[in-house]
Nanobody, 121 residues
Framework: QVQLVESGGDLVQAGGSLRLSCTAS????????MGWYRQAPGKQRELVAS???????NYADSGKGRFTISRVNAGNTMYLQMNSLKPEDTAVYYC???????????????WGQGTPVTVSS
């Protein structure tokens, strides 16, 4: 069994900052690309940022210059530092990770339960 658990979501004023965390636990051989997604009410889930095992990062335009993704491979943990938050950043933020449980051939995506972020104006 593999679990992804997010934390750090909160209510914050516009211009504020939050740091989201995601930790993977369970029977894990290796974790490959990890990412943060978000889903606002009435909208589709969208990619916020992703990071490979080697540390290569990719950001959606909405977060460039404001969000920073990072990970600690030894701790199976990923972070999203969000600065200069805007009301349009309000959404449930989900952790995604491509995880192999026994060997690379069984790699598949896993999702966390989501952590809500609300940015007030």
């Amino acid at each position: 069994q593999v679990q992804l658990v997010e934390s750090g979501g909160d209510l914050v004023q516009a211009g504020g900052s939050l740091r989201l965390s995601c930790t993977a636990s369970g029977s894990i051989f290796s974790i490959y690309t990890m990412g943060w997604y978000r889903q606002a009410p009435g909208k589709q889930r969208e990619l916020v940022a992703s990071i490979t095992r080697g540390g290569s990062k990719n950001y959606a335009d909405s977060g460039k210059g404001r969000f920073t993704i990072s990970r600690v491979n030894a701790g199976n943990t990923m972070y999203l530092q969000m600065n200069s938050l805007k009301p349009e950043d309000t959404a449930v933020y989900y952790c995604n990770a491509n995880i192999a449980r026994t060997d690379p051939s069984d790699t598949r995506p896993y999702w966390g339960q989501g952590t809500p972020v609300t940015v007030s104006s």
